[in-house]
């Protein structure tokens, strides 16, 4: 067990063991195993009843289908490719295949790339059959386990560039592949896979509290503390929580801060309420 599991936010990821069909069990478990297949190949999205794949669901509880070939099913339908791939940039289509289908991110620039291909040359289904078809899959789940998120594990994980880039694609007990920060249409990993740049890991916490920062847009204010200057040594703060308005009306900012003044611009920011999510080096 990742003893920082909860205050990396993969708490429910990693306590949540992993489901396994057998035939003959019964139509309860088998209800468990489709919703547990819908919510990792959907990415923890709601899916209405009409939305459902009644057919394929009947041929799952028939035993004409593996608990991989309900997985095939549900990312080759219509429901899956409207929301991660006719709505989204193709490089984010295909992170969130690695997500939904192997439970971990890209290796590198190169596995994007043959995806790619893969997409252009032979098609959607050709794509996702790759993943389905391929010997990790096969090593990872079999035939009757419901994918998971795995790429906290070092199995699934070749380095620490790519485990710090799991927490760009998933985060908490209710990440959605299409919302907030970690979510959104746009590629996350594109530029960190081609420049081999590790991720920056920030905390969790609930956005109620004002704890969980949200990258600033280019145009954000940023707050240069008295000293700060290119001729010290200066880090960039990530603050969350702050009250402008009122109590109920908070904000996040980004300051830069000199080495020497560290301490006493903590004690400010804790003193107004703020929160501290990340302190990198500038």
Request: a neutral charge.
């Amino acid at each position: 067990m990742l003893p920082t599991a909860s205050r990396l936010g993969i708490s429910q990821i990693e306590e949540t063991p992993a489901l396994e069909w057998w035939p003959g069990q019964s139509d309860e478990q088998a209800d468990n195993i489709i919703r547990a297949a819908y919510r990792q190949v959907l990415g923890n999205a709601y899916v209405m009843q009409s939305e459902r794949l009644t057919s394929v669901e009947s041929r799952f509880k028939r035993n004409e289908l593996t608990v991989r070939e309900l997985v095939r099913e549900i990312a080759k339908s219509d429901l899956y490719k409207t929301r991660f791939f006719d709505s989204c940039d193709r490089l984010r289509g295909i992170e969130l295949n690695f997500r939904h289908l192997l439970g971990r991110t890209p290796l590198d620039y190169d596995e994007l790339k043959m995806h790619c291909s893969i997409y252009d040359n032979e098609g959607y289904e050709a794509d996702i059959d790759s993943y389905i078809d391929s010997e990790e899959y096969q090593e990872a789940f079999g035939d009757n386990i419901v994918p998971y998120i795995r790429g906290y594990k070092t199995e699934a994980c070749q380095s620490i560039r790519q485990f710090s880039q799991l927490f760009q694609m998933v985060r908490g007990a209710a990440s959605y592949s299409l919302k907030s920060d970690f979510g959104d249409k746009a590629p996350k990993l594109n530029a960190l896979t081609i420049t081999r740049t590790p991720a920056t890991v920030i905390n969790p916490s609930p956005a109620t509290t004002g704890g969980a920062f949200s990258n600033p847009p280019e145009n954000a204010r940023v707050n240069l503390a008295p000293g700060a200057s290119v001729k010290s040594k200066t880090y960039r703060l990530e603050v969350t929580g702050f009250c402008k308005i009122s109590r109920f009306a908070r904000s996040n900012q980004v300051y830069y801060v000199p080495f020497d003044r560290l301490l006493s611009e903590y004690q400010r920011i804790h003193k107004q309420g703020g929160s501290i999510a990340s302190v990198t080096p500038v």
